[in-house]
Structure formats: structure tokens, C-alpha cells
């Protein structure tokens, strides 16, 4: 079982998009997936159909040890599992400082199915928080999705200063998994030079398949779908398609 941070601490990077996309690929291409939504908005929650007001329980009871986690799964009609999250949340991150083990609540509930799942996906929130640490913890490795703008290189600084405390003092094996560039647009000056700055410092960390601006994508969310359900057609959806094929062959997996 691969479990993989989709993380920023930048908002308005195409965090949830990847998340519920890549999760929707990867359920297409045969794979069990697991999408877990621990961003107190819920959008990947929506995202994926489900109403958040209904989903209960969420992973706020799962964090505060109210539920199991197969318990508060949920399954989607795309193919995938999804563990919801709404409001509530929010309030985890002053009740789980008094709780032992606070950063390890999310790896411990996940030991629990790993022979259930290929691939676990957790949507973090944009902000590193004990939400995001226990994502961090738990996870084998980091998708950073980024917008190829000036103010998206200091950002990306700042979340590489943070994976190296994480490694240094919670979890030792966590990686950088690749970079994904989100948002692209290849008529952009600026956005081809923040590119090529990427290639050049990153390497292979950068991943080949890169998502373009797309109407699809932004449009798929206020129908409760992924892109690749609400028109897979759409260079967005083919765009995830093509990044869940290149995921798996970093990880020698051949899609089912």
C-alpha cells in the first residue's frame, strides 16, 4: 500500500483537483484506491458527490478515536473509497494537542487496511497544521502541486524546510514523491521560465505530465464528479489520466 501526501501550503494550487482526479484515475486504470479528505473545508468530500452534512462519520471522529476507520469509509461511485471530512474538523486541531500520539492518530487507523488498498491519497489542508503533520507521518511520500508563478518557488522553499523537520524528527522515510505542475499555461513567458527553474533544480522529482488550465476541471466539481466522469475527454481529465499512468510506472505497477 502506497500512501501519498497531496500537499501545499500555498492555497489555490489544484491540491483537491489532483487529489479527486489522480484518485479517479487510478481507480480507472484498476487500482484500489482510498482518498482521504483532511481539509476542514471538504471539498474533495463534494467533490466526489457526497453531501458533507451527511457523512458522518467523518475523519474528525476517526482522529479523535470515536470511530474506525472502516467505519467512516465511505464508497464513491467512481470506483474509489473516500473517508469525508466537513466543519468539524477544524476543531481536531485544538482537541488533538491534549491526545497522546496526536501526529500518529492517521498512521495508526491506516495499519489497520494494508492489504485493502493500492493506493492511500490524503487531500491536505494549505497550511502546516497537526491535520498536515499527521498526514505527513503516515505518509510514505509528497505530491506537491504547483502553480509555475514567481511566488510558487518561495513558497516551495518553505514546504522543503518542512518535509526535512518531519523526516528529521517524526518520520524518517518520507520523500519527496514529484512535482506536479498544475494550472499550465504554455503561452506564459513566466510560466515556461518557473518550469524550467524546476527541471533544472528538481530533475526527475518533476513530473513529465503536466495539467493545463482546463474549463472541465473547474467545472467538475459543482457536479459533484471527477473530470475523468464528467467529461473524459477534456485535456484536464486525459491530463490526470496520463499522470496516473506515470505514477505507476515510477512505482513498477502496471495498471490492472
Do not use: W
Not at 473545508?41 to 458533507?52: D, H, L, S, W
Not at 517524526?170 to 494550472?183: Q, V
Amino acid at each position: 500500500m502506497r500512501i501519498l501526501a497531496i500537499t501545499n501550503q500555498k492555497g489555490g494550487v489544484g491540491k483537491t483537483t489532483s487529489a479527486v482526479n489522480l484518485s479517479a484515475a487510478l481507480a480507472k486504470l484498476g487500482k484500489r484506491v482510498l482518498l482521504i479528505d483532511l481539509d476542514p473545508q471538504g471539498n474533495a468530500t463534494t467533490g466526489c458527490g457526497i453531501v458533507k452534512t451527511d457523512a458522518l462519520p467523518t475523519v474528525y471522529q476517526l482522529l479523535l478515536g470515536d470511530t474506525t476507520l472502516g467505519g467512516a469509509i465511505l464508497k464513491t461511485e467512481f470506483g474509489f473509497d473516500i473517508l469525508p471530512a466537513n466543519r468539524e474538523l477544524a476543531g481536531a486541531e485544538i482537541e488533538l494537542i491534549e491526545l497522546d500520539g496526536r501526529e500518529q492518530r492517521l498512521k495508526d487507523a491506516l495499519a489497520t487496511v494494508t492489504d485493502q488498498y493500492d493506493y492511500v491519497l490524503i487531500d491536505c489542508p494549505p497550511a502546516l497544521n497537526m491535520l498536515t503533520v499527521n498526514a505527513l507521518v503516515a505518509s510514505q511520500s509528497v505530491m506537491i502541486p504547483m502553480q509555475c508563478e514567481y511566488y510558487a518557488l518561495e513558497g516551495l522553499s518553505d514546504l522543503v524546510e518542512t518535509l526535512r523537520k518531519v523526516r528529521g524528527n517524526l518520520n524518517p522515510n518520507l520523500e519527496i514523491e514529484g512535482l506536479l505542475r498544475t494550472m499550465y499555461n504554455a503561452q506564459n513567458t513566466l510560466t515556461q521560465q518557473v518550469s524550467d527553474e524546476l527541471m533544472n533544480h528538481f530533475g526527475d522529482k518533476v513530473y513529465e505530465t503536466i495539467i493545463p488550465r482546463n474549463v472541465r476541471l473547474a467545472e467538475a466539481p459543482s457536479h459533484g464528479k471527477p473530470a475523468t466522469a464528467y467529461d473524459a475527454a477534456s485535456k484536464g481529465a486525459q491530463a490526470y489520466v496520463a499522470l496516473a499512468e506515470e505514477l505507476l510506472v515510477r512505482h513498477g505497477k502496471a495498471a490492472a
